[in-house]
């Protein structure tokens, strides 16, 4: 609209920029990315992202980084908020613990799983920075095995432990997503429970005295 046409119409310029949307959420260039994305893959550029969402390509960068991040963002790869409090003093039994932790991976993993499939799809070659979910979650949790002398167990390798832990829960999701289980059924609270068990077992039992 021109200039003579907004004073003829009646109409200010200020009227006209405070009608028009005065910011693009996240979402909108979310579910931009997220389009391309699966349409081309990592082959996606911020420029084409950036036309989509109706946004200046600078604007991506200053919100997301860089591509990398706004792909991660754009299929939910977030950090869940409980990862940092996995290794954290707690009271009461250590299986009542570890059963908790287990029961919250499991339904993390089966959303987060076909995300990830995503991913080392469109980049085979991707590797994970020390700040990604999976890295946070197995040192927080070789944290929490090493603090489990205060509960009455001890281990020489809680890092071994951890990554026990974590991929008896990933093998459990991949095979309740695959169909698996129709072959191979298992309750999921069974699952856990003798997991936790056979962990719990498998570390020297400390007495008071030797805490």
Partial sequence: MS?????VSGNSLIELILARPQKISDDVILDAARELFIKL??????????????????LLFKRFGCKNALFLASIGLSMPS????ISDNFTGQAETRLIEIATKMISLLKRLLPKVEILVAQNPQHQFPKDAPP????IQLE???KKL??????????QVLARIFMGSIHHFVFSNL??????????EELYVKEVVGMILNSM???????K
């Fill in 3 to 7: 200039l003579y046409s907004l004073i």
């Fill in 41 to 58: 893959g990592l082959k996606a550029t911020t420029a084409q992202i950036a036309e989509k969402a109706g946004v200046s390509e600078g």
């Fill in 82 to 85: 409980w990862f940092s409090e």
């Fill in 135 to 138: 890295v946070v979650a197995l």
């Fill in 143 to 145: 944290a929490f095995f």
């Fill in 149 to 158: 002398e205060g509960h009455g167990y001890r281990s020489e390798h809680p």
């Fill in 178 to 187: 695959k169909g698996i289980d129709a072959f191979c059924p298992c309750r």
């Fill in 204 to 210: 020297d039992k400390v007495s008071k005295d030797e």
